[in-house]
């Protein structure tokens, strides 16, 4: 099946960092302006960084397509990175905010 090898735990990451703020740490970080903001600065690196590695014409890190959605945007960067990078970055400022208590 098409994808399922990498965009199936992006998305699964994605959920289930959601779940664990919704369902158990109530840390209201998503209705943080400064958590956007945050988020938009990891964009901010990510892409040149990412898109650098995984330009089609000069890959450092190479993807098997049928692993992956197909989507690349943009500077060839498959979509599944953003969910991952979403995932983790969220994760750790849910714990760093959870344990703060």
């Known amino acids: 099946m098409s994808g399922i090898g990498y965009t199936l735990p992006a998305i ?3 959920l ?4 664990l703020e919704l369902a ?3 840390t209201g970080l998503f209705r943080r302006p400064a958590y956007w903001l945050s988020m938009l600065i990891v964009l901010g690196f990510q892409v040149p960084v990412d898109g650098w590695l995984t330009k089609r014409h000069a890959a450092i890190v190479i993807y098997r397509e049928s692993q992956t959605s197909g989507v690349r945007f943009p ?6 990175d953003f969910l991952f990078g979403f995932a983790l970055v969220t994760a750790v400022l849910l ?4 344990q703060r208590g």
């Open 12 to 14: 699964v990451a994605v």
């Open 16 to 19: 289930a960092v959601c779940a």
């Open 24 to 26: 158990l740490l109530h």
């Open 75 to 80: 500077f060839d960067i498959p979509v599944e």
């Open 95 to 98: 714990l760093w905010e959870h």
